[in-house]
């Protein structure tokens, strides 16, 4: 009986593996025809095309600025659309003349424009949470990067990630909120009530906000918070700037105004850069652009160098090139390490 038993078993395994192993023709003919699909999506390129999602995402192009970015259909842009928890807000405005509030003016952008040439913050802007605060490099591109959760009084409420950047002469601000009321209600362990100011509104415990931003960093805050913290980060990763505009060199030429001294002027014109003073041509020397101030790597002066290296041996001066825009100019210079402040004549 036991042999019997032990016989039957081993057909049965026996034929399931055959079974397995030899589909139908037809189950055959399928799985080929799908392959050979697959197969010819894959080589054709399709598929890498779409492999990121922000491809899909919506695009927004400011060619004033000379700058583009891409953000997903559940975001709204400009004003807040019914159904959506995110708003992205862009603000693209000429430096010259500018006179907002908060720090955004025209003082500010040109002080905060030599800043993060340098890759330094600069000046604060708005109501930045302190520890929020850092230079972002976007595209080769400094920004300042920062966050804001409350503005003015004690009971305002504010989920909001900026980056604030140059470029082209224009100042831009971009901003990604959170719907108020559902992020707070997902973050409500780090609000408290302040009867005597907001009565039962649930404002920031002021004193959470850093644990609160660091939980955000770690990427275990709330669910809903998360996603806006993180969605901003992708979005920031989809800025590309057009530098098709003029280079460097082209724009250094010309007569550039001393913004210390007015008497002092500095022209490149033809190779040659000539210091002036009161009217009168005090130097005159070669000069060049290069992208190394190494003399063991220097190359062929290059027209978007950032460094100006100006005559030769004992006589060489070496600036590097902060700000270079139409009408500003941005010198450091390397021996000293002081700036040099220029308009364009």
Known sequence: MKSNLFFIAIIIIIGGYLIYQAPTEDAREDTAVVSDAEREFNASGRAKAIADETDLWQFYEDAGAGFSIRYPHNVSLGAWEEGKSFRLTITSEAIAGLEGTMGFNEETALKNMEFLAKGEYGQA???PLTESKKVRKIDGRNA????????????????????????????VVITLAGARDELRASASEYFATNQANCGEEKIWNFEKQKLFFADLEKGVGADAVQEWYNLFEKIAGTISFNETGA?????????????ADEKSVVEFKAGKKIDIYNNEKMLENNFGLYNDRDVNKIGASDQNGKYLIVGVGADKMEYEIAVITDNLLTLIYLDRGNLLEYKKQ
């Open 125 to 127: 802007v708005d109501f």
């Open 144 to 171: 300042q990067e920062f966050m804001v959760l409350a503005r003015f009084e004690v009971c305002d409420v504010a989920f909001e990630r900026k980056l604030y950047f140059f470029k082209n002469n224009h100042q």
């Open 247 to 259: 280079s460097g060199l082209e724009l250094l030429q010309g007569k550039w105004v001393s913004i």
